[in-house]
């Protein structure tokens, strides 16, 4: 299985700021790579497929990059809203894999 | 709009079997991929499976001889079933719509999640 390392675990961080938040992969994934946000009711919805496609309806303060085995989501103005959980996945071999989280927190 | 709502026992014993509903609305089952995730105690999130447009199954090595996804297409419903639990098996359930378009597949619709501990 393709591991996801993904980094950091929490992070601390006030409104209006920008965060990025990375994930590292045992192996190349070619761009196969999904970011999510859990929100702390539980629900989950998708924000970036494909590295750096905005999925309908989230926010453009929201940007995905990155190539080969590292990959990040950037937030460039956190908002309310934005403090949860957020995961990525890969979807270039099965089974897919997701990294462990990054809990974004108000500082 | 595409809804799915999980549903089934929030207790379930050890060794014994654990069964949920998947129900989905405003799209049809016979159509895409319907998959099933989990997030452990601790934020791990684990695919454990899906059930194709067709009915064909596909499953996560780790759970292989003990989960089988099966559908009513009638209600628009998919089951997950995972057999012999222990208490590792201790999660939250999400069901969701697995989208394959091209290049890209993602979990675009997500349930609300279902809590599911696994006690004596």
């Known amino acids: 299985d393709i591991q996801m390392t993904q980094t950091p675990s929490s992070m601390p961080a006030s409104l209006g700021e920008r965060v990025t938040i990375s994930c590292r992969a045992s192996q190349g994934i070619s761009n196969y790579l999904n970011w999510y946000q859990q929100k702390p009711d539980g629900t989950i919805k998708p924000l970036i497929y494909?590295?750096?496609n905005l999925q309908s309806g989230v926010p453009s303060r929201f940007s995905g990059s990155g190539s080969g085995t590292d990959y990040s989501l950037t937030i460039s103005s956190l908002e309310p809203e934005d403090f949860a959980m957020y995961y990525c996945?890969?979807?270039?071999?099965?089974?897919?894999?997701f990294g462990a989280g990054t809990k974004l927190e108000l500082k | 709009e595409v809804q799915l709502q999980e549903s089934g026992p929030g207790l379930v014993k050890p060794s014994q079997s654990l069964s949920l509903t998947c129900s989905v609305t405003g799209y049809s089952i016979t159509s895409n991929y319907w998959g099933w995730i989990r997030k452990f105690p601790g934020n791990k999130m684990e695919w454990m499976g899906y059930?194709?447009?067709?009915?064909?199954?596909s499953y996560n090595p780790s759970l292989k001889s003990r989960i089988s996804i099966t559908r009513d297409t009638s209600k628009n419903q998919f089951f997950l079933q995972l057999n012999s639990v222990t208490t590792e098996d201790t999660a939250t359930y999400y069901c969701?719509?697995?989208?394959?378009?091209?290049?890209?597949?993602?979990?675009?619709?997500w349930g609300q999640g279902v809590m599911v501990t696994v006690s004596s």
């Open positions: 059930i194709s447009y067709s009915g064909s199954t």
């Open positions: 494909y590295t750096s």
């Open positions: 996945q890969q979807y270039d071999s099965s089974p897919n894999t």
């Open positions: 969701a719509r697995y989208s394959h378009i091209l290049w890209v597949s993602l979990f675009d619709y």
